[in-house]
T-cell receptor, first 112, second 115 residues
Framework: DAKTTQPPSMDCAEGRAANLPCNHS???????VYWYRQIHSQGPQYIIH???NNETNEMASLIITEDRKSSTLILPHATLRDTAVYYC?????????????FGTGTRLTIIP | GAVVSQHPSWVICKSGTSVKIECRSL??????MFWYRQFPKQSLMLMAT?????????EQGVEKDKFLINHASLTLSTLTVTSAHPEDSSFYIC???????????FGPGTRLTVT
C-alpha cells in the first residue's frame, strides 16, 4: 500500500471549515484514499473514502487532486467534538488485501 | 448498522496471568477480524488478521504464542494475552469486515493494564 504524509497537528476555530491535507504521491491506479478519525480513547471511526472523484457525505468532503497524489479532507463546520486524530490511509481495492495501515495522522484541535 | 463491540472495555490484571478480550460484530457477519494495539501517543499497529474458522495471520514481530486469537464464529473473535507483563499494557482495538466488503468497522477498544 502507498504511504501517506500528513502534518502532525492542526488547529481550527470552531464553526470554521477544517481542511486536512494528505500526500500520497506513490498511490497506484487501483488504490483508494480512506479517512478515519480517532477520538481520544476510542476506536477509529470511518469518515469517507474515494478513488478519483470528489466525494461528500454527511460528515465531510474529500477532494482528490487530478493526479491523485494528494487529497484534502474538509470538515465544513468544525465543532469541538471534531477534535481527534485524523488518519489518511491508502489501500488497494483487492478484496484479498484488506489490511488498514495507520500512519501517525494529524491531531486536529478545534478551538472555541 | 455495522456495530462492533468489545468486552471488557478495561481490565487490570497481575503480571503472569492471562486475560481474554472479546470482539463481537453485533449486526453483521464478519468473515475477517483484525486486532490492533496502540501504545500511548502512538498510532495503531496491526497485530493479526483472523478469518473465521482458520488460523490467524500474525504481523511480523507479534508473538503468536503470547497473543492467542480465536475466530470461532462469524460474529466473535477473541484475543488472549497469555502470561501478561507490564509491557503488554496497551489499548487493544479490534475491527471487523463483512464478507467480501471493503469497509472495516472498529470496536471501542479495550484498555489493558498489567501490574
Amino acid at each position: 500500500d502507498a504511504k501517506t504524509t500528513q502534518p502532525p497537528s492542526m488547529d481550527c476555530a470552531e464553526g470554521r471549515a477544517a481542511n486536512l491535507p494528505c500526500n500520497h504521491s506513490t498511490i497506484s491506479g487501483n488504490e483508494y484514499v480512506y479517512w478515519y478519525r480517532q477520538i481520544h480513547s476510542q476506536g477509529p471511526q470511518y469518515i469517507i473514502h474515494g478513488l478519483k472523484n470528489n466525494e461528500t457525505n454527511e460528515m465531510a468532503s474529500l477532494i482528490i487532486t487530478e493526479d491523485r497524489k494528494s487529497s484534502t479532507l474538509i470538515l465544513p463546520h468544525a465543532t469541538l467534538r471534531d477534535t481527534a486524530v485524523y488518519y489518511c490511509i491508502v489501500r488497494g481495492k483487492n478484496f484479498g488485501n484488506e489490511k488498514l495501515t495507520f500512519g501517525t495522522g494529524t491531531r486536529l484541535t478545534i478551538i472555541p | 448498522g455495522a456495530v462492533v463491540s468489545q468486552h471488557p472495555s478495561w481490565v487490570i490484571c497481575k503480571s503472569g496471568t492471562s486475560v481474554k478480550i472479546e470482539c463481537r460484530s453485533l449486526d453483521f457477519q464478519a468473515t475477517t477480524m483484525f486486532w490492533y494495539r496502540q501504545f500511548p501517543k502512538q498510532s495503531l499497529m496491526l497485530m493479526a488478521t483472523s478469518n473465521e474458522g482458520s488460523k490467524a495471520t500474525y504481523e511480523q514481530g507479534v508473538e503468536k504464542d503470547k497473543f492467542l486469537i480465536n475466530h470461532a464464529s462469524l460474529t466473535l473473535s477473541t484475543l488472549t494475552v497469555t502470561s501478561a507483563h507490564p509491557e503488554d499494557s496497551s489499548f487493544y482495538i479490534c475491527s471487523a469486515r463483512r464478507d467480501r466488503g471493503r469497509m472495516q468497522y472498529f470496536g471501542p477498544g479495550t484498555r489493558l493494564t498489567v501490574t
